[in-house]
């Protein structure tokens, strides 16, 4: 009954933590423009109208990738589909009433080529940036697109120099004037005099990673399986292809019991890791592969059933014990939270086995594997 009780806190955890990152969107239908939320007392927000322009790939997840950043910086984004977009549209663009208030093209030239081009709120002044995508929106691409968006807005509301409007006027090339969406040529856009084509953000760079989990092992007949919440952390390194993982992690079990017909020893373990990884996109999700050393820490208790001896554990209260994993999986591919699912092998140093002095002889009373497999649920922010 006390194995329950403690298999009801953790399961319910689980169950939230699963039912929440399942309600978090992985795609959906075309974006819409979104209401801006209206200011409140004493904050000031900037806006951005980020316009698609014949994006094709996982927009849904590139719309949330530019949301998180920009909403750090408190700038709102508001985003509408476009089928083609002309120079013509760039000059003939309305100012904005409101002084606070932006605009940014998303324009995809070719699968493996996107050109942003922005504008401040009067239409006066102008970036341009053309990103190149060696795989398309994958992952990598996403958060590329995402940071100049960010930059780029950071450096309009700072009031970076750009190209002005009489320079646009009279340097656009009439041969210039055709439909982006229709012009599966990128020379038919030529960058704006004196803006050269360039990458804003290095193809490889690192981020952070965060999760909580939930962990199940089987350690044994002498204890059968334990149980419990962790949390891990630690830094990616992504490149264009791939990525590598560097991460802490740190995992609680509840407390498991063994008995016999004189003793009851009771274990409660603690175990902490250092873990590196491999991380590598596929078409639905990413593979994950991670290997490290670690420590457990097990706390005992012993307690005597029959009164006609005395007994006490050996060694001390406290084991320590080196470990290595190895573990392997899959990760959602979504920017921001991510679920992933891992299967795990940990092995011991050494066998673990626990000794009880009955009347001043050393016997065993009960022993774990030397091999223990598990699995993994975590919910990862990225």
């Known amino acids: 009954m006390s194995y329950w009780r403690c298999m009801i806190p953790g399961l319910l955890a689980l169950c939230t933590a699963v039912s929440w990152v399942m309600a978090q969107p992985l795609g959906g239908p075309p974006i819409e423009p979104q209401p801006r939320p209206e200011n409140t007392v004493g904050e000031t927000r900037y ?83 053309d990103i190149p995508l060696p795989q398309g929106l994958d992952e990598l691409g996403r958060e590329t697109v995402a940071q100049v968006v960010e930059s780029s807005m950071l450096s309009l509301r700072e009031g970076s120099v750009g190209m002005s409007r009489s320079e646009v006027k009279t340097m656009f090339a009439p041969s210039s004037s055709g439909s982006v969406a229709s012009t599966p040529s990128a020379s038919r856009w030529r960058a704006f005099p004196g803006t050269p084509a360039r990458v804003d953000a290095a193809p490889s760079h690192f981020r952070a990673r965060f999760g909580v989990n939930y962990q199940a092992v089987l350690t044994g007949r002498d204890f059968g399986p334990e149980h419990g919440p962790g949390v891990t952390a630690g830094l990616e390194y992504l490149r264009s292809k ?67 001896a005395e007994a006490s554990t050996t060694g001390g209260l406290v084991h320590v014990t080196p470990w290595v994993r190895l573990a392997s999986g899959l990760e959602s591919k979504t920017t921001g939270f991510a679920l992933q699912v891992l299967g795990k092998l940990d092995v011991s140093v050494y066998k673990t086995h626990y000794d009880i002095a009955r009347n001043g002889t050393a016997a065993p009373l009960a022993s774990t594997w030397v091999a223990q497999p598990g699995i993994v649920l975590s919910v990862l922010w990225r």
Not at 283 to 304: E, F, I, M, N, Y
């Open 242 to 308: 791939d990525s590598f993982l560097a991460l802490g992690a740190f995992e609680w079990r509840f407390e498991k019991e063994h008995r016999d017909a004189e003793f009851k020893l009771t274990v409660q373990n603690n175990l902490a890791w250092l873990l590196l990884g491999w991380r590598k996109p596929t078409k639905d999700s990413a593979v994950v592969v991670l290997v490290g050393p670690g420590l457990q820490l097990s706390r005992l208790h012993a307690t005597l059933i029959v009164n006609d």
């Open 47 to 129: 806006a951005a109208q980020i316009v698609f322009v014949d994006v094709t790939g996982d927009g849904a997840n590139l719309k949330q990738a530019i949301s998180d950043l920009l909403l750090m910086h408190r700038i709102v984004p508001e985003f509408e589909h476009r089928s083609a977009f002309t120079q013509q549209d760039l000059l003939a663009q309305e100012p904005w009433a409101d002084p606070q208030r932006a605009t940014v093209w998303i324009v995809m030239q070719h699968p493996q080529q996107v050109r942003l081009v922005f504008a401040d709120p009067l239409i006066q002044r102008f970036l341009v940036r």
